[in-house]
């Protein structure tokens, strides 16, 4: 892949713009910072940690105590290690680790630099926070935008997905660090390339290129051979490079990592990095630009170096998408081991009894039945559904999972998990048979704000700045949405099977409860073959034991790939799922060994033939 490099891919326009991605989510490694500051190859050191899930779990630890709220490590364990080479050698640190207390994380980071001495200008972008606006959205009759559900009584928390232009402003002032709330992944990196290229807000193709720089880095060793299909491939796993962008004023950038580093910086890897979790790869909407990125291209232009061009944009939204979080009750977790013959069918036994029990126990006590049970069987592959080959395997781990507006029902719950260990299954034991713990279940619910009605501000040195963003929107699709493609596809009776893994590579992730895969020719031949097999009724059937919704298919011609978008996928996504994969960051390894038809002499090409006829 990535073979025939143009000269928009190797041209070198002027000054270059090193920024590297330290962390793709709050809980990364601590040896991404000293990595990327210690090899002298960055001028930006960017932090991701805002999740969706991380948003969730900031809000309960707010909940706990008002201090908190945001991602603690980018104080205590990243800043603190690299604050004193940072400062020496001049790099801007931009994170928006702030979460839901983005003051309070500032705060913290500027009395770890009064201790060790070094004088920093920290600079806090507000606005984001639009919770006081929840009273009047609810009586106004505010609904999720994906569900259509009222907006809940128990906000804990609403953050509008904030731009790249407050960042830009905060560095023009003079900032060393530029802590942000809630603001969208790419953010991070698109500010420093505003501020050092002086883009506008009407430079669409530059603001989409610059925001697929950051896409590319926003989820860390992701783009330096982290979840590659092919990873055996991938050398020295402890100690993997974390990436480097070089970028140019042009938009064009590559992708690199340290020297003397693990990891490997593929094109292919950095094609499935580009797909990740985009939905429309024609419309991927950010707030400062819908971009285009169905004609990007890849190509390995040196060892370790992936070149990446071809974004386009159009005009932005003229709205914010807003993340709040809301308390739905509690959730326990129960897990057990049980081994020997009929190792799954004793466990689901258990599981079931298990349930059944504390359901007659809530009765008896005058509660309510739980709101939602799940039972689950690791090792037995039961999120394969009917693709399970596990056969009758010895050795499973039993999860249940259940769901109750009171603490007090699952602590009854929590009672009976241990004595499984004596009363039913042969086999059962465990590392630790004592009692689960009940947490709160805080859930996601999203909708659209008007740009107008969202203040923006910068703080720096104890003065507030206005920000002043386009409002106005724009965005007109350039291309209608596909329709459902529903084509099934009948293969011949003497068909050779090979797995799709042998002609794609494939990553997957989420969008609240979309799923997303996508899916990449190893070679430009492949494509057709990939396009008249994955249609989105195949997907969906093959997916039918998990996914509810519509399945649709996006062509990529640049990446020579495709981009499926499963709806209703994740059962809620995120912390509202009890599956074992909430985040569908499995569903493309599923896919991979999907069997696909191919002509006899490929399949002798390649090898490894499933059989023949209908699988």
Not at 406 to 432: K, N
């Amino acid at each position: 892949m990535g073979r025939a490099v143009d000269k928009a891919m190797t041209a070198t326009p002027g000054r270059i713009v090193r920024i590297g991605g330290a962390s793709g989510f709050w809980g990364d490694s601590s040896v991404a910072a000293p990595q990327l500051v210690g090899s002298g190859a960055i001028d930006y050191l960017v932090f991701d940690y805002l999740a969706e899930l991380t948003m969730a779990i900031l809000a309960s630890a707010r909940s706990r105590n008002p201090e908190l709220g945001y991602a603690t490590d980018f104080v205590e364990v990243a800043m603190k290690s690299v604050l004193p080479d940072v400062a020496a050698r001049g790099i801007k640190v931009v994170s928006n680790a702030g979460g839901i207390n983005p003051q309070g994380c500032a705060d913290a980071l500027a009395s770890l630099a009064r201790e060790m001495g070094i004088a920093l200008k920290i600079a806090v972008v507000e606005g984001d926070d639009v919770s006081g606006k929840i009273p009047a959205l609810r009586e106004s009759g505010q609904r999720d935008m994906f569900t259509g559900a009222p907006l809940p009584e128990r906000i804990l928390s609403a953050n509008a997905y904030l731009g790249a232009f407050p960042i830009a402003q905060a560095l023009a002032a003079g900032a060393d660090v530029v802590i942000t709330g809630r603001c969208v992944d790419s953010a991070v990196t698109l500010g420093p390339l505003i501020h050092e290229f002086g883009w506008s807000p009407g430079d669409h193709d530059l603001l989409a290129a610059g925001s697929l720089a950051g896409h590319v880095i926003e989820c860390g060793a992701q783009a330096t051979g982290g979840l590659h299909t092919d990873w055996e491939q991938i050398p020295d796993w402890a100690n993997i490079g974390y990436p480097v962008i070089e970028c140019h004023a042009d938009g064009t950038f590559v992708v690199a990592k340290p020297a003397a580093t693990g990891g490997r910086v593929l094109a292919a890897a950095v094609a499935e990095q580009v797909l990740y979790e985009i939905g429309d790869p024609g419309a991927y909407v950010l707030p400062d630009v819908v971009c285009d990125f169905r004609n990007v291209r890849v190509a390995q232009v040196g060892a370790d170096r992936v070149a990446v061009a071809g974004a386009r944009g159009l005009p932005p939204t003229a709205s914010y998408k807003v993340s709040a979080t809301w308390m739905d009750g509690f959730r326990c977790n129960g897990m057990l081991v049980i081994i020997g013959i009929d190792a799954a069918a004793k466990a689901r036994r258990t599981g079931a009894a298990i349930i059944e029990r504390t359901r007659a126990l809530l009765a008896r006590a005058g509660l309510p039945d739980f709101s939602a049970t799940q039972v689950e069987v690791i090792g037995a592959e039961s999120i394969y559904g009917p693709h399970s080959r596990a056969g009758n395997t010895r050795e499973v781990m039993l999860r249940v999972v259940v769901d109750h507006a009171s603490r007090q029902a699952l602590d009854l719950f929590a009672r009976e998990i241990a004595p499984a260990g004596t009363s039913w299954s042969p086999g059962t034991t465990g590392p630790a048979l004592g009692r689960p713990s009940p947490s709160a279940l805080i859930k996601q619910f999203a909708f659209t704000l008007p740009k107008c009605e969202v203040a923006i501000r910068v703080r720096l040195d104890g003065e507030s700045t206005a920000v002043t963003v386009a409002v106005d929107g724009g965005f007109r699709p350039d291309t209608p949405a596909p329709a459902p493609e529903n084509i099934a596809f009948t293969p011949d009776a003497d068909a050779l099977y090979l797995p799709l893994v042998r002609l794609a590579y494939a990553r997957s992730g989420d969008k609240g409860n979309l799923a997303n895969i996508g899916v990449i020719a190893r070679e430009p031949e492949f494509l057709p073959i990939i396009l008249e097999q994955l249609t989105p009724a195949r997907v969906k059937a093959y997916f039918a034991h998990l996914v509810a919704g519509d399945v649709v298919r996006y062509r990529v011609p640049g990446l020579h790939a495709c981009n499926f978008v499963l709806h209703d996928a994740l059962d809620g996504g995120g912390t509202a799922s009890m599956r074992l994969d909430p985040l569908g960051k499995g569903m493309a390894q599923m896919l991979l060994d999907m069997p696909v038809a191919v002509p006899p002499e490929l399949a002798r090409r390649l090898g490894g033939v499933l059989g023949t006829g209908h699988v």
